[in-house]
């Protein structure tokens, strides 16, 4: 099993990058997919979320510091998941992870990380 983001890197404030995160070895179209970022200093904490993409369509959630500016999506064929970033500010900057979640009844979950990739906001 391996999640590999890739997409970022340094950007002046109000800029936009796209993050990019492949899976490799799971079913990944049954996942939860998930971005999360960690600042220096500060706990991990989740950006956006989408959920399976089922016959009614699939749902997505964000951070209140992010809605509107960041858009997440999944490609299943691809087994890919997306981040757009617009209007970008310097408290963006992080590490950005890729997260693949998968509730199991009677447990344990499964929940797989990528490594990470540094974005930063600076002029």
């Known amino acids: 099993v391996q999640l590999v983001e890739s997409g970022g890197g340094l950007v002046q404030p109000g800029g936009s990058l796209r993050l990019s995160c492949a899976a490799y070895?799971?079913?990944?179209?049954?996942?939860?997919l998930r971005w999360y970022r960690q600042a220096p200093g500060k706990e991990r904490e989740l950006v956006a979320a989408?959920?399976?993409?089922?016959?009614?369509?699939?749902?997505?959630n964000y951070a209140d510091s992010v809605k509107g500016r960041f858009t997440i999506s999944r490609d299943d064929p691809k087994t890919s998941v997306y981040l757009r970033m617009n209007s970008l500010k310097p408290e963006d900057t992080a590490v950005y992870y890729c997260n693949a979640f998968l509730p199991v009844v009677g447990g344990p979950n499964l929940n797989y990380w990528g490594q990470g990739t540094q974005v930063i906001v600076s002029s």
């Open positions: 989408v959920a399976p993409i089922t016959s009614a369509g699939t749902s997505t």
């Open positions: 070895g799971f079913i990944f179209e049954n996942y939860i």
